[in-house]
């Protein structure tokens, strides 16, 4: 059959990979959002490290095509996701946790369609909402264009608000000697000799809460960054893994450029918003190291 006369061989396949360990509270959220994009081929892969909560019971009561998953024992996230990489078979990759969740129906949509105009790009980024344990959106994560940071950008890039073309990777998506910095290594080593393209509108959400390995592995951080230094650091240049003061407060402020697309109930996930003026608050004068967690932020 020609081209013209399949209406799929235009849209390639996006493969949406998840690893869950203990986040069965959260789980729900993740799988809605890949289930309502409105993009018809996306395969969402999701790898379950070894969860002891619920997890495995919301995988088994979700039937529907977009979804494969599998249970392995507790490997680690970075393994975990490279075997959901490994059983993939999407052009194009989008990594969202299971804490995460896209914002809208129409961002695989929108993020295929930059890959099509751009088809020597690696990598499509684009901004972010915060969001609390009980998905109250919390601030904006505005995230710069390409031009303006260099080679400093990847350590700003969010990662459920990033897709990767296939062919930029090779046989694994993570290096697995990272634990907590294996996002930042991915976009230093793909920045490094490819292409990336920011599209300028709010494609996922980042939660906040306690267990996140960023606030409970500080040692493991610290290491890594230095490792990250080592191997991605120009000669002369500044530290590829720190985010200078200056540029969190410049891209906190940035951040009120997206309040407008600020929706009371976002499409894809089931998450909500207290008040504009308490959202727009708490994006000037609560730096995100500053904000609350476990527990009520509307008082801030």
Do not use: C
């Not at 061989?9 to 493969?15: C, D, E, F, G, I």
């Not at 979804?67 to 075997?83: D, F, K, M």
């Amino acid at each position: 059959m020609t081209a013209r006369g399949n209406p799929r061989a235009n849209r390639p396949l996006v493969s949406v990979l998840t690893t869950s360990y203990n986040h069965a509270r959260w789980l729900p959220d993740t799988l809605n959002s890949v289930e309502r994009q409105d993009y018809p081929e996306v395969e969402h892969v999701v790898v379950d490290d070894g969860s002891s909560d619920e997890s495995v019971d919301v995988l088994a009561a979700r039937p529907g095509s977009r979804i494969r998953w599998s249970v392995t024992p507790n490997l680690g996230q970075a393994r975990a996701l490279n075997e959901a990489f490994r059983i993939s078979s999407g052009e194009i990759i989008g990594w969202l946790s299971s804490d995460d969740a896209y914002y809208g129906r129409a961002v695989v949509r929108d993020v295929v369609a930059v890959f099509a105009r751009h088809p020597e790009t690696a990598l499509v980024y684009g901004h972010a909402v915060l969001i609390d344990e009980n998905g109250l959106q919390l601030q904006a994560e505005w995230v710069p264009p390409i031009h303006i940071l260099g080679r400093q950008l990847p350590m700003h890039i969010i990662q459920p608000a990033a897709f990767v073309r296939r062919s930029a990777l090779g046989d694994a998506i993570l290096d697995e000697s990272f634990d907590v910095a294996m996002d930042t290594e991915l976009w230093l080593r793909l920045r490094a000799t490819d292409a990336f393209v920011r599209l300028d509108r709010i494609l996922a959400v980042e939660r906040h809460h306690p267990a996140r390995k960023s606030y409970t592995l500080d040692a493991v951080s610290a290491e890594e960054a230095g490792r990250l230094d080592s191997a991605y650091r120009p000669a002369g240049g500044r530290a590829t893994h720190r985010r200078g003061r200056g540029w969190g407060v410049a891209f906190r402020l940035a951040g009120l450029t997206l309040v407008p697309r600020i929706v009371r109930r976002p499409a894809a996930f089931d998450g909500h918003l207290d008040s504009r003026r308490a959202f727009i608050r708490r994006q000037i004068s609560v730096p995100r190291s500053k904000m609350v967690l476990g527990s009520d932020v509307r008082r801030r």
